[in-house]
Antibody
């Protein structure tokens, strides 16, 4: 079964850091581009960023709202995707989804909630 | 950035109705447009990719059309399980923007 499972969410103070992880299974993780997408409480979907596969040098793109603060990385040997979040703000409070890209965003994890609050 | 505008923001229809949601892009995105369904408390699910292709396992009651800047999602024979919020999304170029969502309810 193709599956993505996020972990690492929680409560963090403004200005703090958090690292999210996503464990992939059921497919050849190293072949795919992967994304992080977030959803603030009661709001719509916002693309956070992308990391390409090894064939495309693991290059990354980010939304302007997180560029310079968030870093996406992957470990293909562990079938894992990561999101390092620094200098967190209240507006970063959201459910963060790990998503596989196959042109479209075709496989989604269940999400992990990040709450930025003092 | 490419902005995606969905219409309407919400709608209420009866079981068996045919409903259409539209999505407009601020730039030509050819067919790089996907549709997602999100039920309350769940992750989004891919319905339609490349504007008109039905994702495997998705009911044939869902269909998509359009190209360039104007797109639509149609649900034929509305069922109670179709209650959800629907999002369009462009993947022509980053940032890969979503529409604001259309909340569908049953009368």
């Amino acid at each position: 079964e193709v599956q993505l499972v996020e972990s690492g969410g929680g409560l963090v103070q403004p200005g703090g850091s958090l690292r999210l992880s996503c464990a992939a299974s059921g497919f050849t993780f190293s072949d795919y581009y992967m994304e992080w997408i977030r959803q603030a409480p009661g709001k719509g979907l916002e693309w956070v960023g992308r990391i390409r596969n090894k064939a495309n040098s693991h290059t990354t793109d980010y939304a302007a709202s997180v560029k310079g603060r968030f870093t996406i990385s992957r470990d293909d040997s562990k079938n894992s995707l990561y999101l390092q979040m620094n200098s967190l703000r209240s507006e970063d409070t959201a459910i963060y989804y790990c998503v596989r890209t196959n042109g479209a965003f075709d496989v989604w994890g269940h999400g992990t909630l990040v709450t930025v609050s003092s | 950035d490419i902005q995606m505008t969905q219409s309407p923001s919400s709608l209420s229809a009866s079981v068996g109705d045919r409903v259409t949601i539209t999505c407009q892009a601020t730039q030509d995105i050819t067919i790089f447009l996907n549709w997602y369904q999100q039920k309350p408390g769940k992750a989004p699910k891919l319905l339609i990719y490349d504007a008109s292709n039905l994702e495997t396992g998705v009911s044939s009651r869902f269909s998509g059309s359009g190209s360039g800047t104007d797109f639509s999602l149609t649900i034929s024979g509305l069922q109670p399980e179709d209650v959800a919020t629907y999002y369009c999304q462009q993947y022509d170029r980053p940032p890969y923007t979503f529409g604001q969502g259309t909340k569908l309810e049953i009368k």
